[in-house]
Each structure stands twice: as C-alpha cells, then as structure tokens.
C-alpha cells in the first residue's frame, strides 16, 4: 500500500531550519523527491514566514510551485466544520486535518498533538523516527 501524504507548514519550518534528527531530514528529503502535497493553509502559513533572508524565501516559494496545493472544496469545508465541532480545534488544524482525511493523506508534521484527538488520521512526526 502506497502511502501519500499532506506536509504540515511546521515540518517545513523544521526542515529548513535544520532542526531535524538525521532520519527525519532522510525521510523528508525522500518525501520532497517523490511528492509535496500541502494544503491551502500551508501555502497561506509558509508565504506569510516573515525573514530577512531572501534565498530562503525564495526556497519556500520553489517548494509551494512544486507542491500539490489543496484547496478549500465543499468537502474540506463540511468535514472542518465537523471536526472544529467534535474536537474545538483551531480553524487551520480542522482544515489540515480535514483536507487529510477527505484525499486519504497521512499528515507530516512537528505538533502532532494538534492532530491527535481526530479519530482516523495518520500522523508522522519525522522528528521521532
């Protein structure tokens, strides 16, 4: 079984700041060569990094261009909604989380414990491989 997955703004952040254990920048680097998949919020999250340092910039917006982007559906929107309801999480959480469930993906993320109270979704923190 193929597993896809939805990359989380704060994995990134770690990832460029080389604050990764030696397996999560191998598995993140393995990631980034076969797929990128965000959700709107990430690109909305990564875009809006405020750093003086224009190459770095410049590698966030490269990774978004080579990025599937996920944007609100109707589908998204009814399962945030739902998620915000059962869980009181905050709006970007229940649309990554939401956007995950809906396409299937296992989340990538830092902050796993923004995900962990919704039921069915896979969460990898590359930082405890």
């Known amino acids: 079984m193929v597993v896809h997955y939805l990359i989380d703004s704060s994995i990134v952040s770690k990832y460029l700041d080389g604050l990764l254990s030696d ?11 076969v797929e990128s998949n965000i959700s709107i919020i ?11 340092d224009k190459s770095l ?6 990774f978004i261009e080579d ?8 589908e998204i929107v009814i399962k945030t909604i739902d998620l915000r309801r059962k869980y009181r999480l905050k709006t970007p959480d229940a649309i990554i989380g939401a956007t ?16 962990q ?3 069915n979704l896979k969460v990898i923190n590359p930082n405890r491989l």
Not at 23 to 33: A, I, L, Q
Not at 42 to 52: A, F, G, N, P, Q
Not at 57 to 62: K, S, T
Not at 67 to 74: I, M, Q
């Open 42 to 52: 990430t690109k909305i999250e990564l875009l809006s990094w405020v750093t003086s």
């Open 100 to 115: 995950a469930l809906v396409h299937k993906l296992t989340v990538l993320t830092d902050n796993e414990r923004d995900f």
């Open 23 to 33: 397996k999560g920048f191998e598995f993140m680097d393995f990631v980034f060569e």
């Open 117 to 119: 109270a919704i039921k």
């Open 57 to 62: 910039y410049r590698q966030v917006e490269i």
């Open 67 to 74: 990025s599937k982007v996920y944007s609100l559906t109707d």
